[in-house]
């Protein structure tokens, strides 16, 4: 088991100093391998600062030869986003260790995590304990379908806020807000301001953020690292013209 805490540190370093993180979010099912090298290319050229890699539904069995390809290149913290233990590779450098703390499905909250501890107890990844919020994001989303589990009301600010603290005392490191991958409506900016007002440790904040004005509305509201997946996987080019965050 791995003990060192490099990537949770330099995230709390950040956020000390008030440099906020960009994610990418690759999903290891919408890779087109033929375009990867131009795919990477767009990665080195972003202002991205971490690698997720992951997907509620993911049937790929190449995200090893992703992360290889990716390390060979990408001078980044490739980090593991799963939906589910089988998305473990020992390839990248961390994972977050995800609990769906706004459903109540117990396979999300403690089953997952049971059968994933044995296998993260043998490999060298760094575990990054994080609170998983989900928040209506408009449509159903992937993880609400796969997780069975409602989304937290966007409009219950107060929920949102009591499930983070939870989350937090719970002993999570971080807590993620999620809308749900390509959703509709992003994490509304009072809930991003009122969850990070009240916690402590970093906020990630992620799901239907498609341009420049959606990132900078999320950093400002008060996330410490913002995901974005589907803009990117749709536009290789998202981030020739969506490059100056600060
Ligand atoms: C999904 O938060 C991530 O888990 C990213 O969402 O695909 O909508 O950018 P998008």
């Known amino acids: 088991m791995q003990n060192n805490n490099k990537i949770y540190q330099e995230i709390l370093n950040c956020k000390a100093n008030k440099k906020k993180l960009l994610a990418i979010l690759l999903d290891p099912d919408k890779i087109v391998w033929e375009s990867l090298d131009n795919l990477i290319h767009k990665i080195i050229n972003s202002p991205a600062t971490h690698v997720f890699i992951g997907g509620s539904l993911v049937t790929s ?3 090893d030869e992703l992360i290889i390809r990716l390390k060979q290149k990408v001078d980044l913290p490739i980090i593991l986003f799963p939906g589910n233990p089988s998305q473990i590779s020992n390839e990248a450098d961390g994972i977050l260790f995800l609990s769906l703390l ?5 396979d999300y909250l403690i089953g997952h995590q049971v059968k994933a501890a044995p296998i993260l107890y043998k490999s060298k990844l760094e575990i990054v304990p994080t609170g998983y919020l989900l928040i209506s994001g408009g449509s159903t989303t992937a993880v609400e379908y796969v997780s069975k589990t409602n989304p937290i009301d966007r409009a219950d600010a107060e929920l949102a806020l009591a499930t983070a603290l939870a989350g937090e005392m719970m002993g999570n490191k971080l807590i993620y807000l999620e809308a749900g991958s390509g959703a509709q409506q992003a994490v509304p900016e009072n809930i991003i301001e009122l969850v990070s007002r009240n916690l402590t440790i970093p ?3 992620g799901g239907g953020i498609v341009d420049l004005q959606g990132i900078k509305k999320a950093y400002d509201s008060g996330a410490d690292l913002v995901v974005i997946g589907t803009a990117f ?4 080019h998202f ?3 969506n490059k100056n965050l600060e």
Request: no cysteine; proline share 6%; hydrophobic share 35%.
């Open 239 to 241: 981030f020739d013209t």
């Open 233 to 236: 996987e749709k536009d290789i």
């Open 102 to 106: 706004s459903g109540r499905n117990p």
């Open 61 to 63: 069995n190449r995200i």
């Open 203 to 205: 906020l990630i904040v």
